[in-house]
């Protein structure tokens, strides 16, 4: 990788972060007021917005990118505003800077992405030690009577391990995992649990949460990023908590186990378990019904929430804006994204006309005359054109930007 197309990524780098800055606290604010016009709202409800905000968050920075990209693929190239030999000196200095600040940049997000990669591991690691035993026929036809005849879904693989409430692990081929010995809950309770891990069988929580715990890899120095992850695993956990319920659940027998659960260690942290919300208390509200029950938001805050939502699309425009940045265009040119260029210029002798490509000429004209490649001379930004007697007959200055500089013909 040359030093063009090295500084054009780290360009493109410093619009992504820019981007991600901005436009996190834009779609904070879209989310704070989708949940205030949403407070009574159903449980599929809230956990679909938070969904879309937390996928917003982390598309937006490299939708930015693109658009970035491909507005300064459409840019021309300014004129120069001295001699290239004096100018391209500058540039490269300019670029050397810009790679001083953005190489640390990269190297710290790499760092912080390889610790948050390592505990992602260990969860899965811890997770997988854990010993699972066949469950006995008793529990898998009880929790097979749950799945087909309560959620009309297909019967997951029921497994025993030490794990202090059931969960649900596994992305290819999700398991049932349940306690060898059950805490002291009663059989409606434990009904209720099961009913609530099934819900996330049939919802494929644990991908999703695969995949969202792999977007706070790539955006774990942002702050929204990971307040919107708490928020979004606190509604899946009310969504379950509600199909339970709607499938047959005793709300008040599931307050109880969770209550219980809360005494209790928490799961590995991959899995999805009834206890692995620790905001039990609105939870256990919503189940008894202390919150209101759900109800339209009132048109005011429905208007602010949607208004907030069109700042966060309004903020991806703001890629547009690397089509004004001349050195952006400059390096777009010079790096290995640049195109072919076809250049045609006149001086007093007639016209001529070049095919260049980071400043290597590839082609070339004179009046209607194409020159062979042995008529093209180039030595670093230097270029002659040779006449049919090998004779000098234009020489040119040919920038890695495409742009060019000539002695004018009598």
């Not at 009577?145 to 692990?169: F, G, K, Q, Y």
């Not at 494929?204 to 774990?220: E, I, P, S």
């Amino acid at each position: 990788m040359n030093l063009f197309t090295a500084a054009y990524l780290a360009r493109l780098e410093l619009w992504g972060l820019m981007a991600a800055v901005v436009q996190g606290m834009l779609v904070m604010s879209s989310w704070l007021g989708w949940e205030r016009a949403t407070q009574h709202a159903t449980a599929a409800m809230r956990h679909r917005l938070v969904c879309l905000h937390f996928a917003a968050l982390a598309l937006s920075p490299a939708v930015t990118m693109v658009i970035v990209h491909r507005a300064v693929s459409g840019a021309g190239i300014a004129p120069p505003q001295a001699s290239l030999l004096e100018e391209l000196p500058r540039q490269m200095d300019g670029y050397r800077s810009l790679l001083a600040l953005a190489l640390p940049l990269a190297g710290l997000w790499f760092l912080g992405a390889a610790v948050m990669s390592l505990q992602l591991a260990r969860d899965a690691w811890r997770l997988a030690r854990l010993t699972l035993h066949p469950a006995p026929a008793s529990l898998r036809q009880r929790v097979r009577t749950l799945a087909v005849e309560r959620m009309d879904m297909a019967v997951p693989p029921v497994e025993l391990a030490a794990v202090a409430s059931p969960l649900v692990a596994g992305a290819r081929r999700p398991r049932l995992v349940v306690p060898i010995r059950w805490m002291r809950l009663l059989p409606a309770e434990q009904e209720a649990l099961l009913l609530h891990e099934l819900a996330h069988v049939q919802r494929h929580d644990y991908r999703w949460n695969l995949l969202q715990r792999l977007t706070l890899v790539a955006l774990w120095f942002h702050p929204v990023a990971w307040l919107l992850y708490r928020r979004l695993t606190h509604e899946r956990e009310l969504r379950c908590d509600a199909l339970a319920v709607s499938h047959g659940a005793a709300p008040l027998k599931l307050a109880h186990a969770l209550l219980r659960l809360a005494e209790h260690r928490a799961p590995p942290a991959l899995a999805m378990a009834a206890a692995g919300d620790g905001d039990f208390v609105t939870r256990i509200h919503r189940l008894l019904g202390v919150d209101a029950a759900p109800t339209r938001a009132p048109v005011g805050a429905r208007a602010a929430a949607f208004a907030l939502s069109a700042l966060c699309l309004l903020g991806l425009a703001g890629g547009r804006l690397g089509r004004i940045d001349g050195s952006m265009a400059d390096l777009y040119h010079a790096s290995a994204f640049g195109p072919t260029v076809s250049v045609l210029a006149r001086d007093p002798a007639g016209t001529f006309a070049l095919r260049i490509k980071r400043g290597k000429v590839l082609a070339a004209t004179v009046g209607e005359q194409p020159l062979s490649h042995d008529r093209i001379r180039q030595h670093g930004s230097r270029v002659t054109l040779l006449d049919a007697t090998r004779k000098p007959m234009l020489a040119l200055t040919v920038t890695p930007q495409d742009r060019i500089e000539w002695e004018a013909r009598p």
